[in-house]
């Protein structure tokens, strides 16, 4: 029963051009993030004007979704770090809390 | 520091048959959202049985989601937008709380 | 007016490899979901290494996201379902908040 226990987390959307999908990890590994996954070949409208994904080439221009999950701790480290560059460039970032059955799996060992 | 500060909004996320993916997106034009981004070549099941995605061709019948971030004032005229919409077919909506850091992207300069 | 007020409901969301995504599907069945959203061909990186998301071939082997939204009474069934699952395989779980506008779509007849 306890073993169901949902531990609170923070879920972080960042949605971008691909091209600087690298720019995201990076800020995500060295932030010891646990994980992410990338959702590809996504299309929208924001304030750049509608972009197309394309599916079979070119995913690089297309938009790219990062999701990823972490203790509340690192979400200002992340936020400090993707900041600037979300001035710069359009993309959107969203927070929102979710619950994780595996607490320590989120969790990097180094601090 | 307060420059981090996260600004509550609303994430709206819409599940459609891909051929009912521009009457979703002009209400959300109609009602300026401040943008959005899809999600193609989805498959589910639902009240109307399983979905298949295809990936290269027919994308307009397979399922997508569409998802928006909007201030709180912007859910009600959306939803009331798409309810009928939703009675007639198969679809989903799911409102949830995000947080932001560019409260003005997501606020349309005409109300 | 009041016909759009906002239901509470649970969002589960389950990042798997492809190759076992009928077990997840198996166990929302089970547990009567009334549905559920599946996003395939994703990437990620997680406690097992980088996972590619390959669009054309071999989708068992990429990862997928299962969505599904339910009232929270199935929230504990599913996590029991689930929960050996993941403790023996790669895999995420998140739950969240969610409103939904109509409530009976997410309950099933049968208990």
Chains 1, 2, 3 share one sequence.
Do not use: C
């Amino acid at each position: 029963m306890s073993s169901l226990t949902l531990h609170p987390m923070k879920e972080i959307k960042i949605i971008i051009n691909g091209e600087h999908l690298s720019f995201v990890t990076e800020v995500l590994d060295r932030i010891k993030a646990s994980g992410y996954t990338i959702f590809s070949s996504l299309s929208g409208k924001g304030h750049s004007g509608f972009h197309e994904g394309h599916l079979m080439f070119n995913d690089e221009s297309s938009l790219q979704m990062v999701l990823t999950v972490v203790p509340e701790d690192k979400v200002e480290p992340i936020l400090s770090g993707l900041k600037p560059f979300l001035e710069r460039h359009s993309g959107s970032l969203f927070v929102s809390d979710v619950g994780v059955l595996r607490k320590g799996h989120f969790e990097s060992a180094e601090s």
